[in-house]
């Protein structure tokens, strides 16, 4: 898509059947990014890059799915409005790393 593209826009989505985890490839780390609707892993966020490729799952218990946009998931400035910091939910973040690779896990 040529611009950035907000995975939890309250319009613009048809999501059939479609899981809220997204993952994003990162060539630099060698690692997937994620975002699960709630928290990211390896920079995940609900913002996509303009052009760049995911990879979505169909849910579970289903053989089919449907992913469709328009332009409303667009986003033209990703950096957040000056208001009240949303705090994030308590959690652990294992990252681990060696062979110049490093990949991360929430609990």
Known sequence: YPSAIDWEASSGWTKTNISR???IWNPYT???S????TVGTNGGSRYIPAMQGFI???NEGY?????AMNNNV???NTKSYSKKAKTEPELIRLKTS???LSDELIV
């Open 21 to 23: 985890t997204i993952w």
């Open 30 to 32: 060698q690692v997937y």
């Open 34 to 37: 994620t975002w699960d609707g």
């Open 56 to 58: 979505v799952k169909v």
């Open 63 to 67: 053989t089919t799915g449907a992913l």
């Open 74 to 76: 667009r986003v033209y």
């Open 98 to 100: 060696g062979n110049e």
